[in-house]
Nanobody
Framework: QVQLVESGGGLAQTGGSLELSCVVI????????MGWYRQAPGKERELVAS???????RYGDFVKGRFTISRDNAKNSVHLQMNNLNSEDTAVYYC?????????????WGPGTQVTVSS
């Protein structure tokens, strides 16, 4: 059984910073891709950032250099440092683990953590 426990959401001011953390409880392979998605009210869930087991990162177009994703394989954790936040970053942020070992493919999601950016 794999569980994702998120922390670090909350309230930030425009231009401020927040760091999200996600710890994976249970066993996942070090090659699994870990990442963060977000969903704002009335919008679809979208990729914020992901990072492969080898450390290759990918970001949503809206990030524009403001966020940095990192992972600690020894601690089964992934982190998202968010800087220069704006109101459009307000959303529920979800930790994600994409574990592929063909033919098996498992997706795991955290419960979500609210990020609210106010001016």
């Amino acid at each position: 059984q794999v569980q994702l426990v998120e922390s670090g959401g909350g309230l930030a001011q425009t231009g401020g910073s927040l760091e999200l953390s996600c710890v994976v409880i249970g066993s996942i392979a070090s090659f699994a891709t870990m990442g963060w998605y977000r969903q704002a009210p009335g919008k679809e869930r979208e990729l914020v950032a992901s990072i492969t087991g080898g450390g290759m990162a990918r970001y949503g177009d809206f990030v524009k250099g403001r966020f940095t994703i990192s992972r600690d394989n020894a601690k089964n954790s992934v982190h998202l440092q968010m800087n220069n936040l704006n109101s459009e970053d307000t959303a529920v942020y979800y930790c994600n683990v994409d574990h592929r070992s063909p033919p098996a493919h498992q997706l795991y999601w955290g419960p979500g953590t609210q990020v609210t950016v106010s001016s």
